[in-house]
Protein backbone atom coordinates (compact mmCIF):
# COMPACT_ATOMS: atom_id res chain seq x y z
CA UNK A 1 0.00 0.00 0.00
CA UNK A 2 1.31 3.32 -0.74
CA UNK A 3 0.45 6.85 0.25
CA UNK A 4 1.43 10.42 1.08
CA UNK A 5 1.57 10.33 4.47
CA UNK A 6 1.78 7.09 6.93
CA UNK A 7 0.01 7.95 10.51
CA UNK A 8 1.94 5.86 13.10
CA UNK A 9 -0.39 5.21 16.03
CA UNK A 10 -4.97 5.40 16.60
CA UNK A 11 -5.36 7.85 19.27
CA UNK A 12 -6.69 11.00 19.03
CA UNK A 13 -3.51 12.10 18.27
CA UNK A 14 -2.85 9.87 14.71
CA UNK A 15 -7.01 10.06 13.88
CA UNK A 16 -6.91 13.73 14.02
CA UNK A 17 -3.64 14.11 11.80
CA UNK A 18 -4.87 11.56 9.49
CA UNK A 19 -8.58 13.50 9.26
CA UNK A 20 -6.32 17.29 8.57
CA UNK A 21 -4.62 16.04 6.30
CA UNK A 22 -7.06 13.88 4.54
CA UNK A 23 -9.96 16.79 4.31
CA UNK A 24 -6.59 19.05 2.36
CA UNK A 25 -7.06 16.21 -0.26
CA UNK A 26 -3.66 14.32 0.93
CA UNK A 27 -3.71 10.66 0.60
CA UNK A 28 -3.27 8.89 4.30
CA UNK A 29 -2.43 5.62 5.64
CA UNK A 30 -3.11 5.47 9.21
CA UNK A 31 -1.79 1.95 11.13
CA UNK A 32 -2.66 0.75 14.48
CA UNK A 33 -1.10 -1.85 16.41
CA UNK A 34 -4.51 -3.13 18.33
CA UNK A 35 -7.65 -0.76 17.42
CA UNK A 36 -8.08 3.06 17.53
CA UNK A 37 -9.02 4.69 20.91
CA UNK A 38 -7.25 1.31 22.65
CA UNK A 39 -5.28 2.98 25.23
CA UNK A 40 -5.00 6.31 26.41
CA UNK A 41 -6.96 8.04 24.17
CA UNK A 42 -9.97 5.60 24.59
CA UNK A 43 -9.58 5.08 28.13
CA UNK A 44 -8.58 8.59 29.77
CA UNK A 45 -10.91 10.84 32.16
CA UNK A 46 -11.96 12.75 29.16
CA UNK A 47 -10.72 16.41 31.01
CA UNK A 48 -11.34 19.31 28.00
CA UNK A 49 -9.04 22.10 29.96
CA UNK A 50 -7.79 25.46 29.92
CA UNK A 51 -7.21 25.31 33.73
CA UNK A 52 -3.78 24.84 35.10
CA UNK A 53 -1.83 24.30 31.71
CA UNK A 54 1.62 25.01 31.28
CA UNK A 55 2.27 28.45 30.02
CA UNK A 56 3.99 26.70 27.05
CA UNK A 57 0.91 24.86 26.36
CA UNK A 58 -1.67 27.03 26.63
CA UNK A 59 -1.67 28.72 23.17
CA UNK A 60 -2.42 25.54 21.66
CA UNK A 61 -4.80 24.54 24.04
CA UNK A 62 -6.65 27.55 23.86
CA UNK A 63 -6.76 27.25 19.87
CA UNK A 64 -8.16 23.88 20.59
CA UNK A 65 -10.55 24.57 23.04
CA UNK A 66 -12.11 27.14 20.26
CA UNK A 67 -12.22 23.86 18.01
CA UNK A 68 -14.20 21.66 20.40
CA UNK A 69 -17.38 24.06 20.99
CA UNK A 70 -18.45 23.31 17.76
CA UNK A 71 -16.40 20.03 16.58
CA UNK A 72 -19.64 17.36 17.22
CA UNK A 73 -21.01 19.86 13.84
CA UNK A 74 -17.60 19.91 12.09
CA UNK A 75 -17.10 16.34 12.29
CA UNK A 76 -20.88 15.01 12.40
CA UNK A 77 -20.61 12.91 15.40
CA UNK A 78 -21.52 12.98 19.01
CA UNK A 79 -17.92 13.56 20.88
CA UNK A 80 -19.82 13.50 24.17
CA UNK A 81 -18.63 17.13 24.83
CA UNK A 82 -20.05 19.37 27.09
CA UNK A 83 -18.81 22.74 28.28
CA UNK A 84 -19.69 22.32 32.28
CA UNK A 85 -16.19 24.72 33.35
CA UNK A 86 -13.48 22.71 35.75
CA UNK A 87 -12.93 24.07 39.28
CA UNK A 88 -9.97 23.25 40.94
CA UNK A 89 -11.01 23.27 44.78
CA UNK A 90 -8.31 25.11 47.53
CA UNK A 91 -8.16 23.26 50.65
CA UNK A 92 -6.03 26.01 53.32
CA UNK A 93 -4.93 29.22 52.52
CA UNK A 94 -1.25 27.77 51.05
CA UNK A 95 -3.61 26.85 48.22
CA UNK A 96 -5.04 30.00 47.75
CA UNK A 97 -1.70 31.46 47.82
CA UNK A 98 -0.82 29.23 45.05
CA UNK A 99 -3.73 30.07 42.79
CA UNK A 100 -2.50 33.50 43.49
CA UNK A 101 1.35 33.66 42.61
CA UNK A 102 -0.48 31.36 39.13
CA UNK A 103 -2.73 34.14 38.19
CA UNK A 104 0.38 36.62 38.61
CA UNK A 105 2.10 34.40 36.07
CA UNK A 106 -0.82 34.04 33.69
CA UNK A 107 -1.38 37.45 33.18
CA UNK A 108 1.89 39.02 33.06
CA UNK A 109 1.98 36.31 29.75
CA UNK A 110 -1.93 37.80 28.84
CA UNK A 111 -3.72 35.23 30.04
CA UNK A 112 -7.28 35.91 31.59
CA UNK A 113 -8.84 32.27 31.82
CA UNK A 114 -8.39 31.55 34.56
CA UNK A 115 -10.58 32.71 37.62
CA UNK A 116 -10.02 32.75 41.43
CA UNK A 117 -13.35 32.09 43.51
CA UNK A 118 -13.89 32.36 47.30
CA UNK A 119 -15.69 30.14 49.61
CA UNK A 120 -18.92 31.64 48.97
CA UNK A 121 -19.02 30.97 45.07
CA UNK A 122 -17.64 27.67 45.45
CA UNK A 123 -20.31 26.86 47.97
CA UNK A 124 -22.38 28.17 45.44
CA UNK A 125 -21.25 26.02 42.66
CA UNK A 126 -20.18 22.86 44.57
CA UNK A 127 -22.89 22.61 47.63
CA UNK A 128 -21.81 19.20 48.23
CA UNK A 129 -18.04 20.12 48.54
CA UNK A 130 -16.85 20.08 52.41
CA UNK A 131 -17.65 23.14 53.71
CA UNK A 132 -13.46 23.62 55.35
CA UNK A 133 -12.42 23.98 51.62
CA UNK A 134 -11.97 27.86 51.23
CA UNK A 135 -11.82 28.50 47.56
CA UNK A 136 -10.51 27.79 44.18
CA UNK A 137 -9.96 28.38 40.63
CA UNK A 138 -11.76 28.34 37.70
CA UNK A 139 -11.84 28.13 33.80
CA UNK A 140 -15.98 28.62 32.53
CA UNK A 141 -14.70 27.59 28.91
CA UNK A 142 -14.22 23.83 30.23
CA UNK A 143 -15.63 20.50 30.45
CA UNK A 144 -15.43 17.37 29.38
CA UNK A 145 -15.63 14.87 26.43
CA UNK A 146 -15.87 10.90 26.31
CA UNK A 147 -12.71 9.99 24.75
CA UNK A 148 -13.60 6.72 22.56
CA UNK A 149 -16.32 8.69 21.11
CA UNK A 150 -13.62 11.76 20.22
CA UNK A 151 -11.44 9.28 19.08
CA UNK A 152 -13.48 7.13 16.89
CA UNK A 153 -15.60 10.80 15.62
CA UNK A 154 -12.41 11.86 13.72
CA UNK A 155 -11.11 8.49 12.58
CA UNK A 156 -14.73 7.85 10.77
CA UNK A 157 -14.44 11.79 9.52
CA UNK A 158 -10.81 10.90 8.13
CA UNK A 159 -12.10 8.15 6.53
CA UNK A 160 -14.79 9.62 4.75
CA UNK A 161 -12.15 12.19 3.36
CA UNK A 162 -10.34 9.04 1.80
CA UNK A 163 -7.92 8.03 4.69
CA UNK A 164 -7.39 4.38 5.23
CA UNK A 165 -7.57 2.74 8.86
CA UNK A 166 -5.45 0.03 8.97
CA UNK A 167 -6.32 -1.74 12.22
CA UNK A 168 -4.59 -4.62 14.27
CA UNK A 169 -1.24 -3.48 12.19
CA UNK A 170 1.69 -3.78 14.67
CA UNK A 171 5.18 -1.60 12.78
CA UNK A 172 7.52 -3.80 12.65
CA UNK A 173 10.55 -2.15 10.48
CA UNK A 174 10.62 1.69 9.21
CA UNK A 175 13.41 3.18 7.10
CA UNK A 176 14.32 5.60 4.95
CA UNK A 177 15.05 4.21 1.38
CA UNK A 178 15.72 7.35 -1.62
CA UNK A 179 12.76 9.53 -0.95
CA UNK A 180 10.24 7.42 0.44
CA UNK A 181 9.42 5.76 4.26
CA UNK A 182 9.36 1.83 3.83
CA UNK A 183 7.20 0.27 6.31
CA UNK A 184 7.11 -3.86 7.04
CA UNK A 185 4.54 -4.58 9.27
CA UNK A 186 2.99 -7.07 10.82
CA UNK A 187 0.71 -8.10 7.58
CA UNK A 188 1.96 -6.41 4.78
CA UNK A 189 4.46 -3.32 3.62
CA UNK A 190 3.93 -0.09 3.08
CA UNK A 191 5.43 3.53 1.36
CA UNK A 192 5.09 6.93 2.01
CA UNK A 193 6.85 9.93 1.61
CA UNK A 194 5.87 11.25 4.95
CA UNK A 195 5.52 9.58 8.40
CA UNK A 196 4.06 11.09 11.36
CA UNK A 197 4.97 9.07 15.00
CA UNK A 198 1.83 9.16 17.19
CA UNK A 199 2.36 6.43 18.59
CA UNK A 200 1.54 7.00 22.27
CA UNK A 201 3.69 4.66 24.95
CA UNK A 202 5.36 3.27 21.95
CA UNK A 203 6.40 6.36 20.14
CA UNK A 204 10.02 6.02 21.68
CA UNK A 205 10.61 3.24 19.80
CA UNK A 206 9.06 4.57 16.82
CA UNK A 207 11.33 7.40 17.08
CA UNK A 208 14.21 5.56 17.56
CA UNK A 209 13.35 3.89 14.36
CA UNK A 210 13.60 7.30 12.56
CA UNK A 211 16.81 8.15 14.23
CA UNK A 212 15.71 10.18 16.77
CA UNK A 213 16.38 9.86 20.91
CA UNK A 214 13.80 10.44 23.23
CA UNK A 215 13.63 10.49 27.08
CA UNK A 216 10.22 8.51 26.98
CA UNK A 217 8.83 6.83 30.19
CA UNK A 218 5.41 5.05 30.04
CA UNK A 219 2.81 4.54 32.90
CA UNK A 220 -1.15 3.04 33.75
CA UNK A 221 -3.31 6.20 34.84
CA UNK A 222 -6.25 4.57 36.96
CA UNK A 223 -9.80 5.26 36.88
CA UNK A 224 -12.90 4.25 38.15
CA UNK A 225 -16.96 4.71 38.07
CA UNK A 226 -19.91 4.38 40.10
CA UNK A 227 -23.08 3.21 39.94
CA UNK A 228 -26.21 6.23 39.24
CA UNK A 229 -26.01 8.98 42.33
CA UNK A 230 -28.31 11.73 42.70
CA UNK A 231 -26.83 14.89 40.91
CA UNK A 232 -24.69 16.63 42.91
CA UNK A 233 -21.91 18.14 40.80
CA UNK A 234 -22.14 19.63 37.46
CA UNK A 235 -18.36 21.39 36.87
CA UNK A 236 -15.72 18.67 37.13
CA UNK A 237 -13.59 18.91 39.79
CA UNK A 238 -10.03 18.62 40.65
CA UNK A 239 -7.71 20.03 43.69
CA UNK A 240 -4.24 22.28 43.86
CA UNK A 241 -2.66 20.10 46.11
CA UNK A 242 -4.00 17.00 46.66
CA UNK A 243 -4.77 14.09 43.82
CA UNK A 244 -8.79 14.59 43.11
CA UNK A 245 -10.30 14.29 39.81
CA UNK A 246 -13.76 13.56 39.26
CA UNK A 247 -16.94 14.26 37.16
CA UNK A 248 -20.14 13.06 37.26
CA UNK A 249 -21.94 12.66 34.06
CA UNK A 250 -25.79 12.96 32.85
CA UNK A 251 -26.86 9.94 33.77
CA UNK A 252 -25.46 10.06 37.64
CA UNK A 253 -22.19 8.33 37.27
CA UNK A 254 -19.37 9.88 38.82
CA UNK A 255 -15.74 8.83 37.35
CA UNK A 256 -12.88 9.26 39.56
CA UNK A 257 -9.42 9.88 38.25
CA UNK A 258 -6.60 12.01 40.57
CA UNK A 259 -3.80 10.55 38.82
CA UNK A 260 -2.78 7.31 40.56
CA UNK A 261 -0.77 4.67 38.17
CA UNK A 262 -1.58 0.95 38.24
CA UNK A 263 1.46 -1.45 36.62
CA UNK A 264 2.21 -1.03 32.93
CA UNK A 265 3.59 -4.11 31.49
CA UNK A 266 4.31 -2.38 27.41
CA UNK A 267 6.01 -5.45 26.30
CA UNK A 268 2.50 -7.46 26.70
CA UNK A 269 0.27 -4.86 26.15
CA UNK A 270 -1.36 -5.03 29.08
CA UNK A 271 -1.98 -3.07 32.82
CA UNK A 272 -2.60 -4.08 36.05
CA UNK A 273 -4.80 -2.00 39.01
CA UNK A 274 -2.91 -0.87 42.33
CA UNK A 275 -6.30 -1.22 44.42
CA UNK A 276 -4.75 0.02 47.48
CA UNK A 277 -4.01 3.56 45.45
CA UNK A 278 -7.70 3.34 44.32
CA UNK A 279 -8.80 2.63 47.32
CA UNK A 280 -6.78 6.43 48.43
CA UNK A 281 -8.45 7.79 45.62
CA UNK A 282 -11.82 6.87 46.92
CA UNK A 283 -11.09 8.03 50.28
CA UNK A 284 -9.74 11.59 48.98
CA UNK A 285 -12.75 11.99 46.80
CA UNK A 286 -14.90 11.21 50.03
CA UNK A 287 -13.01 13.67 52.17
CA UNK A 288 -13.63 16.28 49.13
CA UNK A 289 -17.62 15.31 48.66
CA UNK A 290 -18.80 13.36 51.83
CA UNK A 291 -22.02 12.80 49.58
CA UNK A 292 -19.81 10.11 48.06
CA UNK A 293 -18.94 7.86 50.30
CA UNK A 294 -22.19 5.84 49.70
CA UNK A 295 -21.00 5.61 45.97
CA UNK A 296 -20.39 1.88 44.98
CA UNK A 297 -18.12 1.71 42.18
CA UNK A 298 -19.23 -0.04 39.37
CA UNK A 299 -16.01 -1.13 37.43
CA UNK A 300 -12.02 -0.05 37.40
CA UNK A 301 -9.63 -0.01 35.00
CA UNK A 302 -5.89 1.59 33.80
CA UNK A 303 -4.69 2.69 30.03
CA UNK A 304 -1.29 2.81 28.88
CA UNK A 305 0.49 6.59 28.80
CA UNK A 306 3.21 7.87 27.51
CA UNK A 307 5.35 10.57 29.73
CA UNK A 308 8.11 13.22 29.06
CA UNK A 309 10.39 14.54 32.27
CA UNK A 310 8.74 17.54 32.06
CA UNK A 311 5.32 16.51 31.50
CA UNK A 312 5.43 18.64 27.56
CA UNK A 313 4.74 16.76 24.78
CA UNK A 314 6.62 16.44 21.39
CA UNK A 315 5.37 18.07 18.58
CA UNK A 316 7.60 18.73 15.29
CA UNK A 317 9.85 17.35 12.51
CA UNK A 318 12.35 14.90 13.24
CA UNK A 319 15.70 15.84 14.62
CA UNK A 320 17.68 13.56 12.42
CA UNK A 321 15.37 12.64 9.38
CA UNK A 322 13.52 14.12 6.63
CA UNK A 323 9.86 14.13 6.01
CA UNK A 324 9.45 12.64 9.58
CA UNK A 325 7.43 14.38 12.38
CA UNK A 326 6.32 13.70 16.08
CA UNK A 327 3.35 14.27 18.47
CA UNK A 328 3.35 12.37 21.10
CA UNK A 329 4.60 12.49 25.15
CA UNK A 330 1.19 13.86 26.29
CA UNK A 331 1.61 13.02 29.95
CA UNK A 332 -1.61 12.19 31.05
CA UNK A 333 -3.51 15.62 29.71
CA UNK A 334 -3.00 15.29 26.02
CA UNK A 335 -6.71 14.92 25.10
CA UNK A 336 -7.76 18.33 24.99
CA UNK A 337 -5.54 19.15 22.29
CA UNK A 338 -6.25 16.30 20.13
CA UNK A 339 -7.87 18.73 17.88
CA UNK A 340 -5.09 21.23 17.27
CA UNK A 341 -2.40 19.28 17.08
CA UNK A 342 -3.67 17.39 14.32
CA UNK A 343 -3.99 20.69 12.80
CA UNK A 344 -0.26 21.39 13.30
CA UNK A 345 0.75 18.42 12.42
CA UNK A 346 -1.00 18.06 9.31
CA UNK A 347 0.54 21.85 8.43
CA UNK A 348 4.10 21.08 9.56
CA UNK A 349 3.99 17.87 6.75
CA UNK A 350 2.21 19.98 3.91
CA UNK A 351 4.75 22.80 4.53
CA UNK A 352 2.01 24.98 5.58
CA UNK A 353 2.74 28.51 7.70
CA UNK A 354 2.45 27.20 11.34
CA UNK A 355 1.27 29.58 13.71
CA UNK A 356 2.62 28.47 17.12
CA UNK A 357 5.84 28.45 19.03
CA UNK A 358 6.81 24.78 18.91
CA UNK A 359 10.10 25.14 20.25
CA UNK A 360 9.07 23.95 24.05
CA UNK A 361 7.89 20.68 22.42
CA UNK A 362 11.22 19.86 20.27
CA UNK A 363 12.18 16.47 20.41
CA UNK A 364 15.83 17.08 21.27
CA UNK A 365 15.02 19.56 23.56
CA UNK A 366 16.80 16.85 26.34
CA UNK A 367 20.38 16.05 23.88
CA UNK A 368 23.57 16.97 25.57
CA UNK A 369 24.57 20.24 24.54
CA UNK A 370 28.46 19.96 23.12
CA UNK A 371 30.24 22.96 24.76
Known amino acids: MKADVLVIGGGIQGCATAYHLARRGTSVILLEKDYTGRHASGVNAGGVRLLGRDV ?8 SMEMWQTLDEELDADTGFRRNSVINIAVDEGDMATLRAREGKMQAAGYTHERIIDRAELLDRLPHVNPDCVGGATSDLDGY ?7 SAFRLAAERHGAQVVDGEELITLRRV ?9 RQRYEANSVVNCAGAWADRVAMMIGDNVPLSHAAPMLMITARMPHFARPVVGAVSRQLSFKQFENGTVLIGGGAKGFADRSNNRTRLDYAKLANAA ?3 AEFFPIMARASINRMWAGLEAYMPDNLPVIGAAENADRAFHAFGFSAHGFQ ?3 VTGQIMADLVLGEQNRFDLTPFRINRYDRKVL
Open 56 to 63: AEVPLSKA
Open 145 to 151: AIPYKAT
Open 178 to 186: GQSWLVQGA
Open 283 to 285: RIT
Open 337 to 339: MGP
